[in-house]
């Protein structure tokens, strides 16, 4: 299966309401056409976390913002013939160390 997208803060607080009210389920998944699973995980969530904002998930923070790491391939992009360990080198002398396989990975 692929990924979905994650229901709006508005449709899930509707969804908690619905459940404090005293509606099943069932019937809040038909009256806002969501499925079942998706409205019996969000009302367990609630109960568990207390809130329905999605948390922060699980692993490692990224070593290059997004934009360092475009800056990265814009540089590499520029001179073609650097070597990952020179660039490795030159973003230890910038004060990010990494290893020469994380610039490869970029």
């Given at each position: 299966?692929?990924?979905?997208?994650?229901?709006?803060?508005d449709?899930?607080?509707?969804?908690?309401?619905?459940?404090?009210?005293?509606?099943?389920?069932?019937?809040?998944?038909?009256?806002?056409?969501?499925?079942?699973?998706?409205?019996?995980?969000?009302?367990?969530?609630?109960?568990?976390?207390?809130?329905?904002?999605?948390?922060?998930?699980?692993?490692?923070?990224?070593?290059?913002?997004?934009?360092?790491?475009?800056?990265?391939?814009?540089?590499?992009?520029?001179?073609?013939?650097?070597?990952?360990?020179?660039?490795?080198?030159?973003?230890?002398?910038?004060?990010?160390?990494?290893?020469?396989?994380?610039?490869?990975h970029?």
């Amino acid at each position: 299966m692929g990924k979905s997208k994650e229901l709006s803060m508005d449709l899930k607080k509707r969804i908690i309401d619905l459940n404090k009210s005293g509606k099943s389920l069932g019937a809040i998944s038909k009256q806002l056409h969501v499925p079942r699973a998706t409205v019996q995980t969000i009302v367990c969530e609630y109960k568990v976390h207390g809130t329905v904002l999605s948390l922060p998930r699980s692993g490692r923070k990224r070593k290059l913002s997004p934009a360092a790491e475009r800056k990265l391939v814009r540089r590499v992009k520029s001179q073609p013939r650097t070597t990952k360990k020179q660039i490795g080198q030159e973003l230890e002398a910038a004060g990010r160390q990494m290893s020469v396989c994380t610039v490869k990975h970029v």
